[in-house]
């Protein structure tokens, strides 16, 4: 089968769509397919970051369009770069040959256009793998009013994709409700969660061996830890508060690893309030990204009250693949809450509940090893049987690709590791 994925980022970028959809574009290979991809040649975080217009990697063809860099400092010049690369895209496509299926992500929004367009003229069936509901979530958070020019254009478009494409995936059932709302058939639409970027070690390692806390020299204490995107979707001012709640406590550490907007909001924080225990860390390779994250005490998951629903916030599978205790921020009804009820040693408050945040810190201290085994051996049986990367791949070859088990020519290989993590 001749499959084409669009997505404004793709492998060697480092964001999660880039990476989720590099992996699934490596199974589909392993699977038999011819796969090309078309995506931009800018880094997605560092504009100034320019790749090869074209290359072969693992099998998959990748072709890039170029756009404007201008960044993400500013929400106009964001919404230029992304225009530029939609025009761009548009453009590249019209020369671009019949593919039997296209699998559009949803960066940036009108990509899922672009991909029902090229099926209506080209043929083939065109799939929508939504990794957030857009333009929703900009309505949401104020960056567009939804009643504005393009607020209504941008509407009319995304209920136009859903309506006419041949497969909707969703990433849980209040995206799916979305989903509905803006025109997709329940009969064409999938519920396929992430998967995370490592599978689970058998064993946790011990603190003592962690290379990961010998190198940030960090020791035997406590650490708290944030990874991934900082989004503006996602507000952190519950943890930093908590963080400045406990700052006389030496033997705690509080970790914001990554990049994004908000990065700069905990970088004035810590500036402003002179706080020692928080400690901001880049991204870490992937191929050291399970022993990082094993060697933390906790992992925080924060979900935006505006945005739930409307994204999804796949870190949490990262973390419950660790085995290490999960403290989320954020609202009650939502994907996150659904996941951690079936799980050991999690925590939740709402947005603005410093008191919690401090209460479940504390807890987590206190935890025995043997508390923390028996914790970490529930949680990752939890992940395999229902959030593996084979797992998530299975359910998509029999719902989108129409493919039995028994029809596919071998399992799904192991994750690549040779970029980072989002």
């Known amino acids: 089968m001749k499959i084409l994925l669009l997505n404004q980022t793709f492998y060697p970028d480092t964001v999660a769509t880039a990476q989720q959809l590099t992996d699934l574009a490596e199974y589909l290979v392993e699977q038999g397919n011819d796969v090309s991809v078309l995506a931009g040649r800018r880094g997605y975080e560092n ?7 074209q290359e072969t990697y693992r099998g998959i063809k990748i072709y890039r369009v170029s756009s404007t860099g201008f960044g993400k400092q500013r929400f106009a010049l964001r919404i230029f770069d992304a225009l530029t690369f939609d025009i761009m895209l548009g453009l590249r496509l019209l020369f671009f040959p019949r593919q039997d299926m296209v699998i559009s992500f949803t960066s940036p929004p009108l990509v899922g256009l672009f991909g029902i367009l090229f099926s209506f003229f080209k043929g083939g069936r065109a799939v929508q793998w939504l990794m957030d509901i857009n333009p929703e979530a900009a309505f949401a958070v104020g960056y567009i009013k939804k009643k504005s020019l393009i607020g209504r254009i941008l509407n009319a478009a995304f209920n136009f994709t859903l309506k006419f494409s041949s497969h909707v995936v969703v990433l849980d059932r209040w995206m799916k409700k979305v989903a509905l709302q803006h025109g ?16 689970p070690t058998p064993e ?12 940030n020299q960090f020791g035997e204490k406590t650490l708290i830890l944030y990874s991934g995107n900082h989004s503006v979707v996602h507000p952190l001012y519950t943890l930093l508060d908590a963080a400045k709640r406990m700052k006389d406590d ?19 924080f810590k500036e402003k309030e002179g706080l020692e225990n928080i400690v ?45 205790p999960i403290l989320y921020l954020g609202p ?5 809450c659904d996941l951690l009820k079936e799980c050991s040693q999690t925590y939740h408050a709402e947005h603005g509940d410093v008191e919690s945040v401090v209460s479940a810190i504390k807890k987590i201290k206190k935890l025995t090893a043997e508390e923390r085994e028996r914790a970490a051996k529930e949680n990752k049986r939890f992940y395999k049987e229902k959030f593996s990367a084979k797992k998530c791949f299975s359910v998509f070859s029999e719902e989108v690709l129409k493919v039995r088990p028994e029809d596919e020519m ?3 290989r192991e994750l690549s590791e040779t970029y980072v993590q989002p």
């Open 204 to 215: 946790l390692p011990s603190f003592a061996d962690s290379f990961f806390r010998k190198t």
């Open 250 to 268: 030496p033997s705690l550490v509080f970790i914001f690893a990554g990049g994004g907007l908000r990065s700069l909001e905990v970088k004035a």
């Open 280 to 324: 901001q860390l880049p991204l870490v390779p992937r191929g050291y990204l399970a022993e990082a994250l094993v060697s933390v005490n906790a992992h925080v998951v924060v979900m935006g009250d505006a945005v739930n629903g409307l994204v999804h916030t796949s870190k949490v599978y990262g973390a419950l693949a660790t085995g290490r």
């Open 47 to 53: 504009r100034d970051k320019i790749f090869s217009s």
């Open 332 to 336: 009650e009804k939502s994907h996150v």
């Open 410 to 412: 071998k399992e799904p």
């Open 184 to 199: 997709a058939k329940e009969e064409r639409i999938s519920v396929i969660h992430p998967w995370s970027l490592f599978e």
